[in-house]
């Protein structure tokens, strides 16, 4: 392990086994390379040296468990980029539980690490600046969706109550980072929020900004770094299957008989089916009179609803891994298998397979951090069950598989998306006795905007400024499907959605 210890942007120790290594660049990212080419089998890491006596290096193999791994860690409650870069995005990576390991791409140059090997392949690849911070996002940034696995990990220090002075960062920094890793159009919509809610005209940075172009990697540039990472993930490998199902009996025998014939069997499957129909009685004859090589665990209720149908099924399961399916899914004899032997690989927890419909094209073929979690098509360590749950305030409306999601987050289980092994979403038609949920809001004059349980997804998970930039995005879309066509006019009932959509949300987080 080599450590690079830093001070105002410049070297001023490289450290190896202990020993004072010779360094030929103060410049911290250039010396970052240097060292990856000396010792091209190591873990390179960062710290400014106020805090050397507080690396956590005890901690360090179980952080970097595998070679793709890149960890930091900001002790400070301001970001570098400040909480202004939740205008521009949306994702679950802007605001960072800092109490556990936490993927995002929002690094630190306080204390952090990555593999030689990850260094070695982004040589020449990426412009090196002066300022180690913004060089650290912007290697962050443009590689975590290539395969990089970036984290914010606490675990990298002992303790975090070094005095430190904060530096603000810079609009022009900002803005500058907005233009090389987005498009270009969001350096407009952050001007515009910047004046809406920061009360700031940011005319330089923005002219300032233009004269940068986005910066860009190729997409198999990690793909030839091997991973076997080191992290004890389960022992048994058993596994249940979770399905909650209503009006498919036909393509929920075709899901039991893709699972009959797993090269890596279930050991229960659990069935939730739904019937509103009080007089109703179960319509899954096969399950009784056919011979399955599992057990199955079959729920009939008459309360329908996604988010009770799967908490009943997951209140079930005993085994160590749970494999969230759908009713209407296809896969192939050893989806249980490869999905279980690459999660190993990888050392990781929580899994969304490639779901897509007929037709589709995939578009990601790279292992890599999700942003999204789905409900029809993922595996997890069961032990994850004891703290999370699908929230009820989402019942019959959008965004509970999205919360489930980052309730597993916020625990410190990160979610990865595996292109393969694929699973097939035939997005069957409903059943014949499915009825419309009738909403609360229904019948309230003025309509809310956007729906509340989307509004309650918003208000649980993202920051301020992820809100007020979505604000802004929904109110010019909106604008052209509805039928006022007065700006002034619908500003006035546009306001009055949004809070009447803030009104059921609050009434729903209680649920």
Same mark, same amino acid.
């Given at each position: 392990m080599i450590i690079i210890y830093h001070k105002k942007n410049k070297v001023v120790e490289v450290e190896f086994e202990k020993k004072i290594v010779h360094f030929s660049q103060v410049n911290i990212a250039k010396t970052l390379f240097e060292m990856a080419a000396l010792y091209p089998k190591s873990l390179i890491v960062?710290?400014?040296?106020?805090? &050397?006596?507080?690396?956590?290096i005890s901690k360090f193999q179980d952080v970097f468990h595998h070679s793709k791994i890149m960890a930091s860690y900001n002790p400070f409650s301001k970001s570098f980029l400040s909480d202004s870069i939740g205008y521009v995005e949306e994702s679950p990576f802007v605001k960072i539980n800092k109490k556990v390991n936490y993927p995002t791409w929002q690094t630190s140059s306080i204390v952090g690490g990555l593999n030689a090997s990850v260094l070695s392949a982004l040589n020449g690849k990426? &412009?090196?600046?002066?300022n180690f911070d913004y060089f650290l996002h912007?290697?962050?940034?443009?590689?975590?969706?290539?395969?990089l696995f970036c984290y914010s990990e606490p675990a990298l220090l002992i303790d975090t109550t070094v005095e430190l002075k904060e530096q603000e960062t810079q609009l022009y920094t900002l803005f500058r980072f907005v233009k090389q890793h987005y498009r270009t159009r969001w350096v407009f919509l952050l001007f515009l929020n910047m004046l809406l809610f920061k009360r700031k005209l940011s005319?330089?940075?923005?002219?300032?900004?233009?004269?940068?172009?986005?910066?860009?990697? %190729? *997409?198999?540039?990690? %793909?030839?770094?091997?991973?076997? #990472?080191?992290?004890? !993930? #389960? $022992?048994?490998?058993?596994? *249940?299957?979770?399905?909650?199902? !209503?009006?498919?009996? =036909?393509?929920?025998?075709?899901?039991l008989k893709d699972l009959s014939v797993q090269t890596h069997l279930p050991k229960n499957v659990i069935i939730v089916e739904q019937n509103t129909n009080v007089e109703s009685v179960s319509e899954l004859d096969y399950l009784q009179t056919e011979s399955w090589p599992f057990e199955i665990k079959h729920t009939f209720t008459h309360q329908a609803g996604a988010c009770n149908a799967r908490n009943l099924a997951l209140a079930q399961v005993k085994s160590e891994w749970v494999f969230l399916n759908d *009713?209407?899914?296809?896969?192939?004899? *050893?989806? !249980?298998?490869?999905?279980?032997?690459?999660?190993?690989?990888?050392?990781?927890?929580?899994? @969304?397979? #490639?779901? /897509? &419909?007929? @037709?589709?094209?995939?578009e990601l073929d790279v292992v890599n951090q999700s942003s999204i979690f789905g409900s029809g098509n993922s595996f997890m360590t069961s032990v994850l069950l004891k703290k999370v749950s699908f929230r009820m305030g989402f019942e019959f409306g959008y965004g509970e598989d999205t919360d489930f999601g980052m309730q597993l987050r916020n625990i410190g289980a990160d979610v990865v998306y595996f292109p393969s092994p694929e699973i097939l979403h035939l997005s069957a038609p409903m059943g014949g006795f499915r009825t419309k949920p009738v909403l609360a809001w229904k019948d309230d004059l003025v309509q809310p905007k956007p729906s509340p349980t989307?509004?309650?997804?918003?208000?649980?998970?993202?920051? +301020? +400024? =992820?809100?007020?930039?979505?604000?802004?995005? /929904?109110?010019?879309?909106?604008? &052209?499907?509805?039928?006022?066509?007065?700006? /002034?006019?619908?500003?006035? @009932?546009? =306001?009055?959605?949004?809070?009447? $959509?803030?009104?059921?949300?609050?009434?729903?987080?209680?649920?």
């Open positions: 960062w710290c400014h040296i106020d805090f &050397k006596s507080n690396l956590n990426i &412009k090196i600046t002066y912007s290697l962050a940034k443009l590689t975590m969706e290539k395969g005319i330089l940075p923005l002219l300032y900004c233009l004269i940068y172009r986005r910066r860009k990697l %190729e *997409d198999d540039l990690l %793909e030839h770094i091997e991973v076997y #990472s080191s992290k004890h !993930i #389960s $022992s048994t490998e058993t596994i *249940d299957v979770i399905i909650p199902t !209503i009006g498919r009996k =036909q393509y929920l025998y075709d899901v *009713d209407d899914n296809r896969f192939a004899p *050893d989806l !249980i298998e490869k999905t279980l032997k690459k999660c190993k690989k990888f050392g990781v927890t929580v899994v @969304n397979n #490639s779901y /897509l &419909k007929k @037709n589709e094209t995939k989307i509004m309650l997804y918003k208000q649980l998970h993202l920051t +301020e +400024e =992820q809100i007020s930039g979505y604000k802004v995005i /929904l109110f010019f879309k909106f604008y &052209k499907a509805q039928a006022i066509k007065n700006p /002034l006019h619908y500003y006035r @009932n546009f =306001q009055k959605q949004w809070k009447q $959509s803030l009104y059921w949300a609050k009434e729903l987080i209680s649920k």
